[in-house]
């Protein structure tokens, strides 16, 4: 069976407020259209005002059935003498039932209050033609007209405030989900360079430690141990650079030169010197415009990727030759690296394919393309080849 809804706190105080001034007009003869205070009984005239404290209950909770109340219980009241209260109590259930009722009926009742109002106006006037019909027929409009006016005008305010309310709540929510990718995404790059700079040489120490334990050689300890204090030395330099760019300006000490690729000899270099097995060649092919300039992100994702492909190399390369071959066309930085590939060869130190996903989104946050996997080769073996191609125009880094 379904149960009324409950009628709000501050509609019982109107109805009782109300209720308190219907009875002072009774009591008193308080009337507005009552020439005689002595014509009918006191008892008359409490229906109308019952009914529309009733219709005052429900202002809030049922708007509609409480203008259906007010209604006959206004129109009760007239034929009895008409009480101040009871009119200033229907006024506010119109405004009411525009206020807190649908949207549709709420125009409606607008529509149809103001289209009785002008109707009752046109009429009054013609047939009394006197100056008091203009008063009897504003005295109409306020009863009718005005608040449901009113109601409406508020209805509309309360609306648009809703509507930034949720505009407001829309926008920290894209706010905090921005920050979120930001912050995701800062991470990300911040893991990226942590491996490039920190993996890289630890791998190159596990190789060399791991040779030097297995060999047992004095001269292969030393060489170990002498590849593994430069990578130890080059690691820590590399980590403070980094460490300072991400305190920003709060470090007294000067910053370190970005990665470039005209140190791609050295690169080379250091590969040949962690290269424990000694039976890889790194070979370099700059094919680059001379003197042409890249744009810092592009500089150091292209050091980054070749850095990792070559490391990558000295742990899982068969042997044979490594070859790194720089070139740009169309406006694109052209990254192959090649290297001897074997099914099934050991890998010389763990890798978890960190450094794979780390290239790839290097080049694709430079709007690039990035491809690692073996391909066939002439002489009927197969090599690993990393392609990246990187765009040189300015702006095209994903923001």
């Not at 002008?118 to 100056?131: D, F, H, K, Q, S």
């Not at 050091?303 to 694109?332: F, M, T, W």
Request: hydrophobic share 45%.
């Amino acid at each position: 069976m379904r149960t009324l809804p409950r009628p709000h706190r501050d509609d019982g105080l109107i109805a009782l407020t109300g209720l308190v001034g219907g009875v002072v007009a009774i009591v008193f003869h308080l009337y507005t259209m009552d020439p005689d205070p002595d014509r009918g009984l006191l008892w008359a005239r409490v229906p109308g005002l019952l009914l529309m404290c009733l219709a005052e209950l429900g202002r809030r909770a049922m708007p509609r059935s409480a203008l259906a109340l007010a209604v006959p219980a206004v129109a009760l009241d007239a034929l009895v003498g008409g009480s101040l209260a009871v009119l200033v109590m229907f006024t506010d259930v119109i405004y009411a039932s525009v206020l807190y009722g649908p949207a549709r009926f709420g125009r409606a009742l607008v529509h149809g209050t103001t289209v009785l109002s002008v109707a009752t106006a046109v009429t009054l006037v013609v047939w009394l033609r006197e100056a008091d019909a203009l008063l009897l027929a504003a005295l109409i409009a306020g009863v009718l007209s005005t608040p449901a006016w009113t109601g409406l005008l508020l209805r509309e305010r309360r609306d648009e405030a809703a509507a930034e309310r949720l505009r407001a709540e829309q926008t920290a929510l894209l706010a905090e989900m921005d920050r979120v990718q930001a912050v995701g995404a800062e991470r990300a790059r911040m893991a990226r360079e942590l491996h490039d700079v920190v993996a890289n040489h630890l791998s190159v120490i596990a190789i060399h430690s791991t040779a030097a334990l297995s060999l047992r050689r004095p001269e292969t300890t030393e060489e170990a141990l002498t590849v593994i204090r430069e990578n130890s030395t080059q690691g820590l330099t590399e980590m403070r650079r980094l460490i300072g760019l991400l305190r920003g300006n709060d470090s007294d000490d000067p910053p370190e030169a970005a990665p470039s690729l005209e140190a791609l000899g050295t690169l080379l270099t250091r590969a040949e010197r962690s290269d424990v097995s000694g039976r890889l060649r790194f070979v370099g092919d700059d094919r680059r415009t001379p003197g042409a300039r890249l744009p810092a992100p592009v500089e150091l994702a292209a050091y980054r990727i070749v850095q990792e492909s070559l490391n990558n190399a000295v742990k899982h390369a068969a042997p044979g030759e490594v070859r790194v071959c720089l070139g740009d066309r169309d406006e694109r930085l052209a990254i192959t690296v090649t290297s001897p590939y074997r099914t099934g060869a050991s890998s010389r130190a763990p890798g978890f394919g960190a450094g794979l996903v780390g290239m790839t989104e290097r080049a694709e946050l430079l709007r690039g393309s990035f491809h690692a996997g073996p391909v066939p080769d002439a002489s009927d073996g197969a090599v690993w080849r990393v392609e990246a191609e990187l765009p040189l125009t300015e702006g095209t880094s994903k923001r």
